[in-house]
Nanobody
Framework: QVQLVESGGAWVQPGGSLRLSCAAS????????MGWYRQAPGQERELVARVFSGGDTNYADSVKGRFTISRDNAKNTVYLQMNTLKPEDTAVYYCNAGVRARIGVTQVYREVWGQGTLVTVST
């Protein structure tokens, strides 16, 4: 089994900063990509940022220049540094990872999701 545990969600005023963390644990053989998605009330879940094992990244246009994703491969952890936060960034942020896990004598690939962490940006 593989689990993703997120932390760092909080209330912050517009213009403020937050750092989200997501750690993967379990019988992990390798992780291809790790990223963050978000879902605001009444909206569909959308990609915020993603980082691949080789270091390539991609970002939603709405967060480019404000958010930075990084990854510590040794710790199976991904971070999202969010600066200059806006009210429209308010959402539940979900961690996602493409994980190859060992189950018994076999290996399987799975897309794994965290439980979500709430980010609220308001005055």
């Amino acid at each position: 089994q593989v689990q993703l545990v997120e932390s760092g969600g909080a209330w912050v005023q517009p213009g403020g900063s937050l750092r989200l963390s997501c750690a993967a644990s379990g019988t992990i053989v390798g992780i291809s990509h790790m990223g963050w998605y978000r879902q605001a009330p009444g909206q569909e879940r959308e990609l915020v940022a993603r980082v691949f094992s080789g270091g390539d990244t991609n970002y939603a246009d709405s967060v480019k220049g404000r958010f930075t994703i990084s990854r510590d491969n040794a710790k199976n952890t991904v971070y999202l540094q969010m600066n200059t936060l806006k009210p429209e960034d308010t959402a539940v942020y979900y961690c996602n990872a493409g994980v190859r896990a060992r189950i018994g004598v076999t290996q399987v690939y799975r897309e794994v999701w965290g439980q979500g962490t709430l980010v609220t940006v308001s005055t």
